[in-house]
């Protein structure tokens, strides 16, 4: 099994930024990619970036494109993503996922989710 453990929501003001972690542990050593995604209440669940496991290559949603991004730390086990220019609308939980298969994409299959982590922007 692998764990994941997110990190670092709270709440900021629109225009404001924020960084989330989401540290691994466990039998990580077939895990090829990892995700983020968001839901807000009433809302589907909505894909935000991948990013490969060695952290070499990223994918951004077209949604938060320009605004958000990830990131890798090898020794840390830990991925971020880095928000900016936060505006009301990304509030949401936010999730981080891991993925045996190696794809950066939309539409890619997940296999371990974290508990997610709370962001709430306010106006």
């Known amino acids: 099994q692998v764990q994941l453990v997110e990190s670092g929501g709270g709440l900021v003001q629109a225009g404001g930024s924020l960084r989330l972690s989401c540290t691994t542990s466990g039998r990580t050593f077939n895990i090829r990619a990892m995700g983020w995604f968001r839901q807000a209440p009433g809302k589907e669940r909505e894909f935000l970036a991948a990013i490969s496991w060695s952290g070499g290559s990223t994918f951004d949603a077209d949604a938060v494109k320009g605004r958000f991004t990830s990131s890798r730390d090898n020794a840390k086990n830990t991925v971020y993503l880095h928000m900016n220019s936060l505006k009301p609308e990304d509030t949401a939980v936010y999730y981080c996922?891991?993925?045996?298969?190696?794809?950066?994409?939309?539409?890619?299959?997940?296999?371990?989710w974290g508990q997610g982590t709370q962001v709430s922007v306010s106006s």
């Open positions: 996922a891991a993925a045996k298969g190696y794809c950066l994409d939309y539409g890619c299959p997940y296999d371990y």
